[in-house]
C-alpha cells in the first residue's frame, strides 16, 4: 500500500495524479486543491477509469487527509505564461508555499517532500527553510525533466535507445542549466566519438552540434508553452520516475534539485547535481568528475538562483 499525496490539481498535478494511478505507483492517491470543486472533479475522472487498471483509490481530500502519506508533491502555484521565465514567478509562488507548508507538514509530518512548483529550484529552498523537515527529505524536481529532454534530443541524432544516452544536465531548472559534455556518452562511447564508432553505418546521422542541443534543451519549455499554453505530460512522467525510485528503496541516481553544503564549493542554495534517491529520499549526493569549466558554469547557475532568493521575501 503506497499513499501520495498531491497537492495543486492544475494540469501538472491533475496530469501526475492520472499517471501514477496508470503506473500502478500509488494505491491511494489524495488530490487537494484550493478549488475544492476542481479536485472532486478531476478525481473522479481518474477514479472512473480504475476498472482498467490495477486497484487504486483516488480522492480529493483536505490536508487532514495527507496523515500517512509516503510522498506528498507539492505542484500549486501560477502557471508559467508565454514569454515569461520560471525566475519570474518567484514571489507570487513563494507565497502560496509558505501557506501550504505549515498545513501539509502538520498532518504528513516526516515524509519524503517533491517540490514541482517552479521556480523550482527557489521554491525547494524556501521549503527547506521554512519546514523544519530534514534536508534529504526535500527533494525538488529539478533537472529531471531537462536531462530526459536531452537524452531524447541525443537519441533523435543517432536514432538510438534513449536508455542508452548517458548525459546529464546540471544547475537550475531553467536558463543557466547546463550540459557537462565531458561526461555525455552513448554506451561508453563520447557523444562526439559515436557516429563514426559505428561499423556499417548508413552515414546518414547529421554532424552533432552541441550549441544546437543546448538551444533545445534551454527552449524546450517555452516552445511547449507558445504551442499548447502548458507543459504537463513529460514534466509528470518525470516525477513519477522520482516518486516509483523513493518507493522501491532500489537508490537510483538522477538530477533532483536540493540544498547543497558545500558540494563543488556551494552552500545555502538549491539546485541539481547527481544525486542518490532511495527510500529516506537523497541518500547521499555524488560527485561527478566535472571539468573545471562545468564547476565554473554550475557556479554561475547557483548565483542566478541566489539572485532570485536575495530579491524575495521568504
Same mark, same amino acid.
Given at each position: 500500500? +503506497? ?13 501526475? /495524479? ?19 470543486? $476542481? ?29 500517512? /502519506? ?22 507570487? +509562488?513563494? &507565497?502560496?508555499? $509558505? ?20 521556480? =523550482? ?9 521554512? /519546514?523544519?523537515?530534514?534536508?534529504? $527529505? ?24 534513449? $536508455? ?11 536558463? /543557466? ?102 527510500? &529516506? ?26 539572485? =532570485? ?6
Amino acid at each position: 500500500m +503506497n499513499k501520495i499525496t498531491v497537492i495543486g490539481t492544475g494540469s501538472v498535478g491533475s496530469t501526475i /495524479s492520472y499517471a501514477l494511478s496508470l503506473l500502478g505507483i500509488a494505491s491511494e492517491i489524495v488530490m487537494i486543491d484550493i478549488n475544492n470543486e $476542481k479536485a472532486l472533479g478531476e478525481a473522479l475522472d481518474i477514479r472512473q477509469g480504475a476498472p482498467f487498471f490495477s486497484p487504486f483509490n483516488v480522492y480529493a481530500g483536505s490536508y487532514e487527509d495527507a496523515v500517512g /502519506s509516503d510522498i506528498v508533491v507539492i505542484t500549486s502555484g501560477i502557471a508559467r505564461k508565454p514569454g515569461q521565465t520560471r525566475l519570474e514567478l518567484a514571489q507570487t +509562488n513563494v &507565497n502560496v508555499m $509558505k501557506s501550504i507548508i505549515p498545513n501539509i507538514t502538520r498532518y504528513a509530518g516526516d515524509t519524503n517532500y517533491v517540490i514541482v512548483s517552479n521556480p =523550482v529550484d527557489v521554491m525547494t529552498y524556501v521549503f527547506c527553510k521554512k /519546514s523544519g523537515i530534514p534536508h534529504n $527529505k526535500i527533494i525538488g524536481s529539478g533537472t529531471i525533466l531537462d536531462t530526459s529532454r536531452l537524452r531524447t534530443r541525443i537519441s533523435e541524432y543517432y536514432k538510438i535507445n534513449q $536508455k542508452n544516452v548517458h548525459a546529464y544536465v546540471l544547475g537550475e531548472h531553467g536558463d /543557466s542549466a547546463f550540459i557537462p559534455w565531458s561526461l555525455a556518452n552513448i554506451s561508453n562511447i563520447p557523444i562526439t566519438e559515436y557516429n563514426k564508432s559505428v561499423i556499417n553505418s548508413n552515414g546518414m546521422a547529421p554532424q552533432f552540434d552541441m550549441a544546437e542541443v543546448e538551444e533545445y534543451v534551454r527552449k524546450s519549455g517555452a516552445s511547449v508553452i507558445e504551442r499548447k499554453g502548458a507543459t504537463f505530460y513529460a514534466v509528470s512522467t518525470s516525477v513519477c520516475y522520482l516518486c516509483k525510485s523513493l518507493l522501491t528503496g532500489i537508490d537510483t541516481t538522477m538530477t533532483v534539485s536540493s540544498m547543497l553544503n558545500g558540494e563543488y564549493g556551494l552552500d545555502d542554495v538549491c539546485l541539481s547535481i547527481l544525486s542518490l534517491v532511495g527510500k &529516506n529520499g537523497i541518500e547521499s549526493k555524488i560527485m561527478l568528475p566535472l571539468t573545471d569549466g562545468e564547476i565554473q558554469s554550475l557556479h554561475k547557475s547557483a548565483d542566478a538562483i541566489k539572485n =532570485v532568493i536575495n530579491s524575495i521575501e521568504i
